[in-house]
Structures are given as C-alpha cells and as structure tokens.
C-alpha cells in the first residue's frame, strides 16, 4: 500500500482548500429547507467553490455529473444532485470536496430538513459523535484500527448499524488514497499512522441493519432495508502536534 506523506507546507495548503469547504458547506446548511432541490444546492456550492478560485472536486470525478453527493434519507451515499425536492421530515447527507492549487479536501454531513423523529435525530446526533470521538485517535503510533474501533464502539452501543462496503480513504493531490480507513476495527490492528499521513474519516450508520445496495443510477447506494443512514466526514491531518481536522465544520 503506497502511502503518500505530506509535508507540513502541503498540509497547509490542504488546509487552505479545506477552509473554502467549511464556508462551502456553511452556505449549503443555510440554504437546505424543504422546497429546494438538491441540484439547487449543486448550483449553488458550485458556483462558491469556483468563486474562491477552487475546483469542485467531484464534478467529472469518474463520471459523476455533479459538485456534490446528496443523499436523502436511506441513500446512504453518492446520490446525484437533481429534481428531488426536500421535504419537511426529510434528511440529507451531504458530502462535498474542493481541490485548491491541486491540493484536496472533503468532507461531509448530515442536515435534518426541519423537524425529525427522535430516533433519526439519534442517529444524526450519534454519528456525528463517532467522527468527534475518532479524532483524537489520528495521531502518529496508533493504528487504524484504533480510528475504527472509537467509531464503531459509539455507534454499536447507541445501537446502530455500521456500513462496512464503505470506508475513508487517503486525500492528498488525489481525492482517494492509500490507506483505505475502515470505520470498525480492533485497537492496535491495521496499518500504524505515521506523521505526514492524511485521511478521510467518514462513518457511515444506519438505523436498521447494516447492508447495502447500489441503485438503478450506477452511483448512489442505499440501506438496503430502507431504514434512514447518516454520513459524517472530516479531512485529518495526522501530526507530530496531534491530529489537525483540516475540514472543520464543527469544532472537535
């Protein structure tokens, strides 16, 4: 597995991206409402990112088509931005990269659309708690297992179900690198994390059971009992100074 490690400049200059998609991201949660389409928020984060002299990063990104993935209710990830219209009751996961002087960050979340049932909120509440609860683990010496196991633990005694097809991976100059970053695993197991190393921590939860499916599209991926799954997502710088969130929509 052929890790690239950064230099402290090049983590500053993920950084810099990563602070064009905080305030990417600040302008989608205050624009998602029910009565807005999820290619609305497509437009509109695609037209700030490229106003801050950034690319989006997803567009063409192996064929996909939009700036973002919006992902509503069961979809777990990768849904195409389009004609779907929010709806009170709704959630959507929203999950946004930007890439500045070739350098990436991503990140991602889940917003409720007005009020939501208690056990949704639970799990949008609990999942965001497991990526909070996994940062202090990105430090050089410990093991991705150990980044995996903070997460998993939370989300199991919360009793939810984590998606296991689907990991975190490494960011650098491309969006998906070495090493792929589970959201399980046991402490002191998997790959050691060294200074320099940066990686995309991104736990996936659904309420019911923990399977998948791909849909009709080629791209987005659904909980396969229909039940409502959450995304939550930080770039991660691992340091000699400790773990630095380069993506911080919410202060760890």
Same mark, same amino acid.
């Given at each position: 597995?052929?890790?690239?490690?950064?230099?402290?400049?090049?983590?500053?200059?993920?950084?810099?991206?990563?602070?064009?998609?905080?305030?990417?991201?600040? /302008?989608?949660?205050?624009?998602?409402?029910?009565?807005?389409?999820?290619?609305?928020?497509?437009?509109?984060?695609?037209?700030?990112?490229?106003?801050?002299?950034?690319?989006?990063? &997803?567009?063409?990104?192996?064929?996909?088509?939009?700036?973002?993935?919006?992902?509503?209710?069961?979809?777990?990830?990768?849904?195409?931005?389009?004609?779907?219209?929010?709806?009170?009751?709704?959630?959507?996961?929203?999950?946004?990269?930007?890439?500045?002087?070739?350098?990436?960050?991503?990140?991602? &979340?889940?917003?409720?659309?007005?009020?939501?049932?208690?056990?949704?909120?639970?799990?949008?509440?609990?999942?965001?708690?497991? /990526?909070?609860? *996994?940062?202090?683990?990105?430090?050089?010496?410990?093991? /991705?297992?150990?980044?995996?196991? *903070?997460?998993?633990?939370?989300?199991?005694?919360?009793?939810?179900?984590?998606?296991?097809?689907?990991?975190?991976?490494?960011?650098?100059?491309? =969006?998906?690198?070495?090493?792929?970053?589970?959201?399980?695993?046991?402490?002191?197991?998997?790959?050691? /994390?060294?200074?320099? =190393?940066?990686? *995309?921590?991104?736990?996936?939860?659904?309420?019911?059971?923990?399977?998948?499916?791909?849909?009709?599209?080629?791209?987005?991926?659904?909980?396969?009992?229909?039940?409502?799954?959450?995304? &939550?997502?930080?770039?991660?710088?691992?340091?000699?100074?400790?773990?630095?969130?380069?993506?911080?929509?919410?202060?760890?």
């Amino acid at each position: 597995m052929a890790i690239i490690k950064k230099t402290p400049q090049e983590i500053d200059r993920m950084a810099a991206a990563g602070d064009v998609l905080v305030k990417a991201m600040n /302008l989608l949660k205050g624009k998602v409402r029910a009565g807005i389409t999820t290619g609305e928020l497509d437009e509109a984060a695609e037209r700030f990112i490229r106003s801050q002299g950034c690319e989006p990063t &997803f567009k063409g990104y192996q064929g996909f088509p939009g700036s973002i993935c919006a992902s509503p209710n069961s979809m777990v990830v990768h849904g195409i931005p389009g004609k779907y219209k929010l709806q009170r009751g709704d959630i959507l996961s929203v999950d946004v990269g930007a890439t500045k002087d070739g350098w990436v960050a991503d990140a991602a &979340f889940t917003l409720p659309v007005g009020p939501i049932d208690p056990v949704t909120q639970k799990l949008l509440d609990v999942t965001e708690q497991s /990526l909070i609860l *996994a940062v202090p683990e990105c430090i050089p010496g410990n093991h /991705l297992g150990n980044v995996g196991y *903070a997460v998993q633990r939370y989300v199991e005694e919360n009793g939810f179900s984590i998606v296991r097809e689907l990991v975190g991976h490494g960011v650098g100059r491309d =969006m998906h690198e070495d090493p792929q970053v589970p959201n399980y695993g046991k402490p002191g197991h998997g790959r050691k /994390l060294e200074a320099g =190393m940066v990686i *995309a921590v991104e736990p996936m939860v659904i309420v019911g059971k923990p399977g998948v499916v791909m849909g009709d599209d080629g791209w987005s991926i659904y909980a396969t009992d229909g039940t409502p799954a959450a995304h &939550f997502e930080f770039t991660i710088a691992v340091t000699e100074e400790g773990p630095r969130v380069l993506t911080p929509w919410r202060e760890s």
